[in-house]
């Protein structure tokens, strides 16, 4: 089983430039999110959907998009890097039902010079 | 809003030794709570939840109970291993609307050493 699979692992970009995250789920899952690793905050909630088609702002929307055409996949877009966007991003996805857990990808490590 | 506070770390705690990480929230309504672990250059995994007041989560020899009088879900274990070195995050849902969503502590590092 692969689970919630991100890529990629790590990338290393110019302030300015834009970029892609997928993540990818094999689990048949509704709900998917993306979120942000900072030191000493946690992990925030930056968009997430409820269905294929679906999306919505979390926490920290600013400065990102998402799109969720298919259902497998939610994809996290930054359409004009900047510093404070380096942290680590995680994907999750959980099936429905109120108390369900989130299943976790192993992140994106995204750093902005 | 809803927020959950954790012990600060690193905890660093011999092999075999007992384990407790402080956790309180504050919340509306009756959420669940979790603990997640992260191991180094890993995603967050399930530790073991609580769904209701009183409830006992455990796994892996870790547990947790969930206290609304205290509003609490402290994480303990009786001998930790060096394995459990890892970062360990409480959590808790809230619903709002069409989904529900994690609200995580900052997370405490757990440093076992032999």
């Known amino acids: 089983n692969a689970g919630v699979t991100q890529t990629p692992k790590f990338r290393v970009l110019k302030t300015g430039q834009s970029m892609t995250l997928l993540c990818a789920q094999d689990?048949?899952?509704?709900?998917m999110y993306w979120y942000r690793q900072d030191p000493g905050m946690g992990l925030r909630l930056i968009h997430y959907s409820v269905g294929e088609g679906t999306t919505a702002k979390g926490e920290v929307p600013d400065g990102y998009n998402v799109s969720r055409l298919k259902k497998q996949n939610f994809l996290l877009g930054l359409e004009s890097a900047a510093p404070s966007q380096t942290s680590v991003y995680f994907c999750?996805?959980?099936?429905?039902?109120?108390?369900?857990?989130?299943?976790f990808g192993d992140g994106t490590r995204l750093s902005i010079l | 809003g809803n927020s959950v506070t954790q012990m600060e770390g690193p905890v660093t705690l011999s092999e075999e030794a007992f384990l407790t990480i402080n956790c309180t929230y504050t919340a509306t309504g009756y959420p669940s709570l979790f603990w997640y672990v992260q191991y180094p250059g890993e995603g967050l995994q399930l530790l073991l939840k609580a769904t209701k007041a009183d409830d006992k989560g455990s796994n892996k020899g870790f547990e947790a109970t969930y206290r609304k009088e205290t509003t609490s879900f402290h994480l303990e274990k009786g001998s930790v291993q060096v394995s459990d070195s890892a970062v360990y995050f409480c959590a808790l849902t809230s619903y709002t609307g069409t989904a529900s969503k994690l609200t995580f502590g900052t997370g405490t590092r757990l440093q076992v050493t032999l």
């Open positions: 689990m048949n899952h509704e709900y």
């Open positions: 999750a996805s959980r099936p429905t039902g109120g108390n369900q857990p989130q299943h």
